[in-house]
Each structure stands twice: as structure tokens, then as C-alpha cells.
């Protein structure tokens, strides 16, 4: 039985895009600075919360199905009922001040993965002539296109630039970290495990940048749920480029749980990599511009490295239905975490629109392929992906592993390396007479007399890398 627009709204009648759709139309001048009356600061979070939860009654099939949840046997929402007006997708963003950290990094990733899903339907676009093809393309791009704004607009304007890079770099984190301890081949868990630290080391270059510039200590951001500390020191992480090419895991072979893993990882730090490309020049201090060039080159890096662990031949109506098929899995889990009801109610719709697109893929992919969607996915949704901590797990990566580098698609210790490596020539030329991730410590302690980190752990795990320096 399939869902339609009318019923759903009607099931959830909380849901943010009617909520904001009314106050738009009936109440908008509540509305100052962006801020609406239940969300002024004289009402608590708790009471904010609770009126948020009283106003989600109800919710789709899927949002009480558990676990063993089939996207490919459940039916969505009529893609022709899927289209929004513009009040509905100009959302209420979140108010910054009381929103759980992983509710940020959730509509993080998840604006990422749509952004993914609109660039591949272009690509695919491309590389057919078929105009029926591309038409279906052009139907469901436009809504993933209706998602990705309904997502972005829950972020608030109030947010500077700096504080939501720091939820990307979290995000990062704790993603990464998460993927690494659920992922079943070996290979791929290694990569992310590499990458981990990195991002990990961007957190706390940002974190340091934001208290010296903006007087404001990320760990309020984050939640106090991430360390913010040295990981692997990003001037260090500048590689040749044939370094940051690895091996083909994913494919028909692979664990189904890789394919989606690597995908999302991919969308991820593409986001990332295209957030610093756009906002790295809006600051004016060179210091900040200059941890955008740098970090910005290594997000370039690290999408080369995931990418690289994707199957290349893979034909385009597979990797369309891998696409959907991750969409559903992630709405899904982000719907079983997610603690603002509002948020979750965006969550539930939008995976009830992708149940559409999985369906309409898994056809074209019969179509064209002569293949069933069944072949290739499970016929349950994996164990849900999480937000949530993983301090003790990046603590342990970090004192086994902050030493390497790549050779080639492998692996090793920097110290292992030959002097005439390449690994050297290119720090050589890039890191050059200025390394802007090593000049914002040194501004940092310069201006405030120790660097700026958050230890809730205990001492650094490296010993080399332990207590935060100090002047004099
Ligand atoms: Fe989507
Ligand atoms: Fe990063
Ligand atoms: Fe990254
Ligand atoms: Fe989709």
C-alpha cells in the first residue's frame, strides 16, 4: 500500500513543513530574526523539547516497522505527490543554541547525501542519450533537489561559517569512526581508519582558529561527545596523489554493508571538500583563508581515497539503485536516532519519498540491465548508522596508527619511507614557507598562552603529543 501526500501530512501532523508552511501563511509575524516565539530564549530547552514531542503524534508504516525493515518490498509516496511549495521547504532552522550535536552533524550528512544524489543523476545524465532515461532522471533529480534545500534550510543563519565547520570535522569523526568499527573487509576499515585521524587533526586546527578568532570554545559545539586534540598533523598529510589512490573493494562481491559504507563516506567528504571550495574565501584574516586552501586540499584527498575503494564498473542503473537503496538505509537510520521530532519528522518523510525512487531505479535497472535490484541488496536494512561517541576507539587508532602514511594503496610507517620518496618532494613544495594548520597554533598560544584543546579522556595518547604548550 502506498502513502500519499495527503495522508502522510495528515499522519504527521507536526511536521515541519506544514508547521512552517502555517506559520508562514497565517502567523509570520511571529517570526524575528529568524526565531519564532517557542524558540525565544526566555522558554527553556526542556519545555521546548516537550512541545516539540506533543506536537509528533503519529508517523508512517515505516517509522515503526524495526529492524527487518525491506525498502525494497515497501511502497512510498507517489513520486508526482512528492513535489513541495516553497513555504513548505523553507523550513524553521534549528535553534543553534539548543540543538543536540548529532542532530547538527545528522542534517550535515544528510544534506551531503543529497547533494550526492543530484550530482550522480547529472553525471548519469551525461553519459546516456536515452530521453526516456533521462527523463525519469530529471523527475526525481528535481526532488532530490527539494530535499537537499528542506535540509540545508534547518541549518540556522546565526551559525557562523567557523561553527559549522566545526560540525563537519565532527562529523567526520564520528562518522568515520563509526563506519571503521562496523565495516566488514579489512581493507576498507584500514583506509577509514587512516582517514579518521586526519579529520580528527582539522577539528582541532578549526577548534583553535574559532577560540582565537571568535572567542567561542568548540567543545560547546561538539557537545563535549568529541575530543579535540592532534591527531595526525595535517601538515604531514600532504601526499603525491598517486598515494591517495587505493583498491577497488566495493562491487556485486563485496559485503552489501561495504557498498553503502563507502558511498556514504564518499558523499560525505565530498561535501566537506565542496563546503571549503565555496567558503574558503569569505573570510578576511589571511590565517583563516589559509586553513581553508590547506584542510580543503586534503578533503580532496581524502574523496580521492574513498572514491578509490568504489567498484568502476559498475553499470550506471546499478549504481543509481545503490544510491537510492542508501537513502532509504540512511533515512531510515537517522529516523531511529534522531531526539528532535520535528527533525525526525523531516527524516520519515523524506525516507518515504525514496522508497519511490528505490522502486523506480529498481525497474529502470530490469529495464535496461535485465537484472533484479534483489541480486545485489539485502532483504533487510543493516544494523542502523550512528552518531555517537567513539572517544576511546579514536584514542586507540590514534596510538596505533598516527606514524603512517600511504605508499602506493598500502600502508606505512613515515619512518619507513626511502629519503627519495615522493611523500617528501610534495611536502616539500606544498608546505613551502608557511603551513597555515601549523600558524594557527602558534597564533593561538601567541595570543591566548597555551593552545586550545578539549581532553575529557585524560592525557593525549601519544606521548609526544601530550600536554598543550605554554609561553615562557
Ligand atoms: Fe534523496
Ligand atoms: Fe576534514
Ligand atoms: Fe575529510
Ligand atoms: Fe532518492
Given amino acids: 500500500m502506498s502513502i500519499s501526500r495527503r495522508q502522510f501530512f495528515k499522519v504527521s501532523a507536526g511536521a515541519v513543513a506544514v508547521t512552517m508552511a502555517e506559520s508562514v501563511l497565517a502567523c509570520g509575524s511571529l517570526r524575528t530574526n529568524g526565531m519564532t516565539q517557542a524558540e525565544t530564549p526566555s522558554q527553556s530547552p526542556a519545555r521546548h523539547m516537550q512541545e516539540e514531542r506533543r506536537s509528533a503524534a503519529g508517523g508512517t508504516p515505516a517509522a515503526h516497522s524495526g529492524r527487518s525493515f525491506n525498502p525494497l518490498k515497501e511502497r512510498g509516496m507517489p513520486i508526482d505527490q512528492q513535489f513541495r511549495n516553497w513555504a513548505e521547504l523553507v523550513g524553521k532552522p534549528y535553534d543553534a543554541h539548543n540543538v543536540p550535536a548529532y542532530t547538527r552533524t545528522r542534517i550535515i550528512l544528510m544534506n551531503g547525501i543529497e547533494v550526492e544524489a543530484a550530482v550522480f543523476s547529472h553525471q548519469f545524465t551525461r553519459h546516456t542519450n536515452d530521453l526516456e532515461l ?228 529498481g525497474e529502470l535497472l530490469r529495464k535496461k540491465d535485465r537484472r533484479d535490484p534483489e541480486e545485489l541488496f539485502p532483504q533487510a536494512l543493516p544494523v542502523p548508522l550512528r552518531l555517537e561517541p567513539n572517544k576511546e576507539y579514536v584514542r586507540k587508532v590514534l596510538k596505533e596508527q598516527v606514524q603512517l602514511t600511504a605508499d602506493g594503496t598500502e600502508f606505512v610507517s613515515m619512518g619507513k619511507l626511502p629519503a627519495n620518496h615522493r611523500y617528501f618532494d610534495h611536502q616539500e613544495t606544498v608546505n613551502g614557507i608557511w603551513v597555515p594548520t601549523e600558524q594557527v597554533i602558534k597564533q593561538h598560544i601567541a595570543t591566548k598562552g597555551q593552545e586550545y584543546r578539549f581532553q575529557s579522556e585524560g592525557e593525549h595518547p601519544v606521548e609526544e603529543m601530550r600536554q598543550a604548550k605554554r609561553l615562557g
Avoid at 158 to 182: C, K, M, P
Wanted: contains cysteine; negative net charge.
Fill in 134 to 361: 533521462r527523463r525519469e532522471l530529471a523527475l526525481t533529480r528535481r526532488i532530490e533537489q527539494q530535499q537537499q534545500k528542506a535540509i540545508a534550510g534547518l541549518i540556522p543563519g546565526e551559525e557562523t561559517t567557523l561553527e559549522v565547520v566545526i560540525g563537519y570535522e565532527q562529523l567526520a569523526v564520528d562518522l568515520t569512526a563509526w563506519l571503521a568499527r562496523h565495516e566488514p573487509d579489512p581493507y576498507a576499515r584500514q583506509v577509514y581508519e587512516f582517514g579518521l585521524l586526519e579529520d580528527f587533526d582539522h577539528l582541532y586546527r578549526y577548534a583553535d582558529l574559532l577560540h582565537f578568532t571568535q572567542g567561542k570554545r568548540a567543545e560547546e559545539i561538539v557537545d563535549r561527545l568529541t575530543e579535540i586534540m592532534p591527531g595526525r598533523p595535517t601538515k604531514l598529510e600532504h601526499r603525491h596523489p598517486f598515494d591517495d589512490v587505493r583498491r577497488p573493494v566495493a562491487g556485486a562481491k563485496a559485503h552489501p554493508l561495504t557498498n553503502l559504507q563507502v558511498l556514504t563516506l564518499v558523499a560525505a567528504e565530498q561535501q566537506t571538500m565542496n563546503y571549503y571550495m565555496n567558503v574558503g574565501n569569505r573570510p578576511v584574516e589571511p590565517i583563516a583563508r589559509g586553513l581553508y586552501t590547506e584542510i580543503g586540499q586534503i578533503e580532496e584527498q581524502h574523496v580521492t581515497q574513498y572514491e578509490t575503494l568504489m567498484d568502476g564498473s559498475m553499470s550506471w542503473p546499478a549504481q543509481l539503485v545503490l544510491h537510492e537503496y542508501n537513502e532509504c538505509y540512511l533515512y531510515h537510520s537517522m529516523m531511529e536516532q534522531e531526539e528532535v521530532p520535528r527533525i525526525r519528522q523531516v527524516w520519515e518523510l523524506h525516507l518515504a519519498m525514496e522508497l519511490e525512487h528505490l522502486r523506480r531505479a
